[in-house]
């Protein structure tokens, strides 16, 4: 009986964080200016997520862009 062995091979699933955290974040501001409008005090809550998931974002792309110039400089 002949055994297969299978290399498992790293998914670049880092790339995606960027863009996945960047667009979940546009629909927590769609509803909170939805609620903005819509009542006198809309519910911070939709604030607080869409603020999380965009700083997210920007924590990703501060430290790809540290690691891109970091490894221009070498």
Do not use: C
Request: no cysteine; hydrophobic share 50%.
């Amino acid at each position: 009986m002949e055994e297969k062995h299978l290399t498992v091979q790293a998914q670049p699933a880092y790339k995606l964080a960027i863009p996945l955290f960047l667009l979940t974040s546009i629909p927590y501001f769609i509803t909170l200016a939805y609620e903005f409008v819509v009542s006198d005090k809309p519910d911070k809550t939709f604030a607080w997520f869409g603020a999380f998931y965009l700083s997210l974002g920007a924590i990703y792309l501060v430290i790809k862009l540290m690691l891109r110039k970091k490894n221009s400089e070498l």
